[in-house]
């Protein structure tokens, strides 16, 4: 991300709690700088939310939430054991960032790679636990890939 650069070209799962009056469901999706296929079309707006999928969190309370991504093909938002919002083909387009270097925000380019960050905007938020698991080598096979999806609903 360059210096100048108001956000990253990036694929958020936001972390959303209620206020106790509102409903405002949790693990929505935006798209600062890039686009997905969503529902086999090319989804370009900015945000999506994973409504009518998944619930509104009031109050303070642990939320057991995923983020499934395979490679540049898969996203698959899930919490608690529900799945509130899939997305394929993950790719660099469309707006919503400035001051970009245009060597790096190449329109049409998968998404294979990057960063995970952990950020608050407006409200503390707090993660009990945060854990990264590596896929690649299940990626060959289907059959061991589910062994493992299996594993990771019962932590």
């Known amino acids: 991300m360059g210096i100048e650069q108001d956000v990253p070209i990036s694929i958020e799962a936001q972390f959303l709690g209620g206020n106790g009056t ?5 693990l929505n999706l935006c798209t600062p700088g ?7 079309e090319l989804y370009t707006p900015h945000c999506i939310n994973s409504n009518p999928n998944s ?17 540049d093909s898969l996203v698959k938002h899930i919490v608690g054991t529900d ?13 919503n960032v400035i ?17 995970i960050a ?15 698991y590596n896929l690649e080598s299940y990626m060959v096979d ?3 890939l589910n062994k ?8």
């Open 55 to 71: 619930n509104t969190y009031h109050g303070d309370q642990w939320v057991n939430a995923k983020i499934l991504v395979l490679g």
């Open 99 to 115: 001051n970009y270097d245009p060597a790096m925000k190449v329109d049409g380019k998968l998404l294979k790679e990057g960063y």
């Open 83 to 95: 799945t509130v919002l899939t997305h394929i083909k993950p790719k660099i387009g469309g707006g």
């Open 34 to 40: 890039t686009n997905v296929v969503l529902n086999n």
């Open 148 to 155: 493992v999806l299996s594993k990771l609903k019962n932590h």
């Open 142 to 144: 289907p059959k061991e």
């Open 22 to 26: 509102y409903e405002c469901t949790t």
């Open 118 to 132: 952990l950020q608050s905007v407006s409200n503390p938020v707090e993660f009990r636990k945060v854990g990264l």
